[in-house]
C-alpha cells in the first residue's frame, strides 16, 4: 500500500498570500497523483489530476508540480474561499489511498 | 448531466450491517467503462477508500476492511451497493460514492455523491 503524508497539517496565511503545500509518498507513483479541495459539509471537489492538470473549472492559481515522491499544490495568491481542506490522492496502484490532509485557514 | 446519490440508514446498531446505495442518473453504468467508487470520511478525519467495482462486476477493496466488505451493480436500477457487517463505532462516517475521470483504471474522483452521514450506535 502506497502511504502518502501531507504537510504541514495546517497552514494559516493572508489573502493574496502564497500557499505551498506538500505531500509525499512512500514510494514512487509516477505522475498518478490528485489534489482535492474540502470545504465544511461538502464533497471533495477534484483541482488537481495527474499531478499537474487543472480540473475543469478550477482557477489558475491553483497549481500542481512533482513527480516520483514528492509534489506540491501551490495557491498562488489566496482569496477568502480558498479556507479548506486539502488532500492528495494517490492512482497508481490499488488500493487506491488519500493523504492525511492539509487544512489551510485564512487570517 | 451526471449525478450520483447515497441512500441508506442513516443508523446502524453495532454489529449489524450497514447498507447503501448509490443512484447513477444522467449516465449508464452498464459499458461505462468506469470503477464506480465508495469513499468514507470519520467526523473530523481524513478520506479513506473503501471499494471500487466496475460494471461487469470486477471489484477492488481496501485491505483493511475487505474481511467485511462487499460491493455490488445493479445495472437494471443503474446503482451501485455497498454492505459492511460487523459495524462498530469506527465505522461512523460520511460515505460518498464517487465515479473516477479515468476510465477502465483506479483513477482520481470528479464526480461525487453529496455524502450520507451514517451512524453507529445502539
Known amino acids: 500500500e502506497i502511504v502518502l503524508t501531507q504537510s504541514p497539517a495546517t497552514l494559516s496565511l493572508s489573502p493574496g498570500e502564497r500557499a505551498t503545500l506538500s505531500c509525499r509518498a512512500s514510494q514512487s507513483v509516477s505522475s498518478y497523483l490528485a489534489w482535492y479541495q474540502q470545504k465544511p459539509g461538502q464533497a471533495p471537489r477534484l483541482l488537481i489530476h495527474d499531478a499537474s492538470n487543472r480540473a475543469t473549472g478550477i482557477p489558475a492559481r491553483f497549481s500542481g508540480s512533482g513527480s516520483g515522491t514528492d509534489f506540491t499544490l501551490t495557491i498562488s495568491s489566496l482569496e477568502p474561499e480558498d479556507s479548506a481542506s486539502y488532500y492528495c490522492q494517490q492512482r497508481l496502484s490499488w488500493p487506491l489511498t488519500f493523504g492525511g490532509g492539509t487544512k489551510v485557514e485564512i487570517k | 448531466q451526471l449525478q450520483l446519490q447515497e441512500s441508506g440508514p442513516g443508523l446502524v446498531k453495532p454489529s449489524e450491517t450497514l447498507s447503501l446505495t448509490c443512484t447513477v442518473s444522467?449516465?449508464?453504468?452498464?459499458?461505462?467503462?468506469?470503477?464506480w467508487g465508495w469513499i468514507r470520511q470519520p467526523p473530523g478525519k481524513g478520506l479513506e477508500w473503501i471499494a471500487s467495482?466496475?460494471?461487469?462486476?470486477?471489484?477492488y477493496y481496501n485491505p483493511s476492511l475487505k474481511t467485511r466488505v462487499t460491493v455490488s451493480v445493479d445495472m437494471s436500477k443503474n446503482q451501485f451497493s455497498l454492505n459492511l457487517n460487523s459495524v462498530t463505532a469506527a465505522d461512523t462516517a460520511v460515505y460518498y460514492c464517487?465515479?473516477?475521470?479515468?476510465?477502465?483504471?483506479?483513477?482520481?474522483?470528479?464526480?461525487w455523491g453529496q455524502g450520507t452521514m451514517v451512524t453507529v450506535s445502539s
Open positions: 444522467g449516465a449508464s453504468i452498464s459499458g461505462s467503462n468506469y470503477y
Open positions: 467495482i466496475f460494471y461487469s462486476g470486477r471489484t
Open positions: 464517487a465515479r473516477p475521470q479515468q476510465q477502465s483504471v483506479g483513477g482520481c474522483f470528479d464526480i
